[in-house]
């Protein structure tokens, strides 16, 4: 399973890497399926998803990561930039609701 597995890891790279989001998905979604352990493929799905602004699914693929390969130096780093982004995003929401009551 475990080249299998890298297999759809890398095909959801390709898929990412042409804009096929939907796709890169259903393949980083395989690769786990295949290998619940697949740390490259939690943290390929959150970049997506941080790129899209979908912090609580980002920061909860890459706390997986981080739970696989607790010295995952690039998933620390973005888990603190969607928990960065997640606050500013909370701060603009209450703002707008407080500015129209």
């Known amino acids: 399973a475990t080249g299998l597995c890298r297999y759809y890891n890398n095909l959801g790279n390709a898929y990412a890497a042409s804009n096929r989001t939907k796709q890169a998905y259903w393949a980083f979604k395989q690769a786990i399926k295949l290998d619940r352990r697949m740390a490259d493929a939690y943290y390929n ?21 981080l739970r696989i390969k ?25 703002k707008q609701l407080d500015d129209a009551l």
């Not at 606050?87 to 603009?92: C, K, L, Y």
């Open 45 to 65: 799905m959150a970049n997506l998803q941080l790129a899209e602004n979908n912090f609580d699914d980002c920061i909860e693929n890459l706390e997986s990561t």
């Open 70 to 94: 607790p010295n995952h130096k690039k998933a620390k780093k973005k888990l603190k930039q969607a928990n960065e982004k997640l606050a500013t995003q909370a701060e603009a929401m209450k």
